[in-house]
């Protein structure tokens, strides 16, 4: 089976268009998971309206669609008023929660009141339904998901994917560098390996994609410490010690030019070419990129699946 991942929005805090930005792209958080039976999508930024336009083209309809949504900062939900399929009234998408307390749901909803958008939440054409991802057990389609607490400001939640015997973990939006065991030795002599607590290790560990949240260079970061987002050199610490395949770094900070955001991938390449031998693939998560990756084993399916192939 083959499962695709498509990078729609990469940019954090605020969307960015511009020549400046032009080639990662201006879209704030939108990444794309899908089979030929299931879709899943992880956080509405802006890049949300991208891949909405892009499912019309290719002409979905009698859609089911899994949303996971990382926390609801602006930047990860602005997108869903201007996600096209949720006006299609054969679509169906389940919003995942965990737990009562769980206030995801609301909050995405709650930015069509009035008095922010002139279409209210309740007329929306689609079938638009909160599901508690515990009560279903992880299971999602074609997927096995599980979910991580992250460190961000009001919270975030990280998520890992698994398909047969391929493994996609999304973690953003998530500040390692103040959690690291030897967080004030890390600051002091950044050229020393980091080390990332163990359930990061554990959650990530072997995974053949990681997209995390790497918005600051190393200067950069200096001046954000305590602002929920991490450096991206440490992200090449956590997919080394996790054995990870491949790195993409994404939740670019606004203020970084693609040329910016090539200075601190080439940061990462670095580091990781010191560290060990640079075997690890790194690369800045850039809008409209698609990744295939092939299961060796067909998993048992579960959940809810699309009626017509993606
Ligand atoms: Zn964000
Ligand atoms: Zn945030």
Redesign the pocket.
Known sequence: MDIFVSFWGTR??IPTPGFRTSRFGGN??CLELHTNNTLVVC?G?SGMRELGLDMLDRNLDAVTGHLFF??T????IQGFPFFPPVYDPRNTFYVYTSGPDDRTFELLTGQMKSDYFPVEFSELRARVERRDLDAVGGRVGDFQVDSLALN?PGG?TGFRFRCGDVKIVYL??HELDTLLDNRQQALDSPDLPRQIPQRFLDFAGGADLLVA?G?YGDAEYLQRVGW??SRATTLVDLALQAKVKQLAVT?HDPMQSDEDVDAKIRACRRRAQSLEGGRLVIFGAREGVQLRFETGTFPRSGGDTLERPL
């Open positions: 954090g805090s704030t958080a956080d930024g990382s926390h900062h602006w930047d990860h961000h975030a953003s939006d949240d918005q929920g987002h939740h």
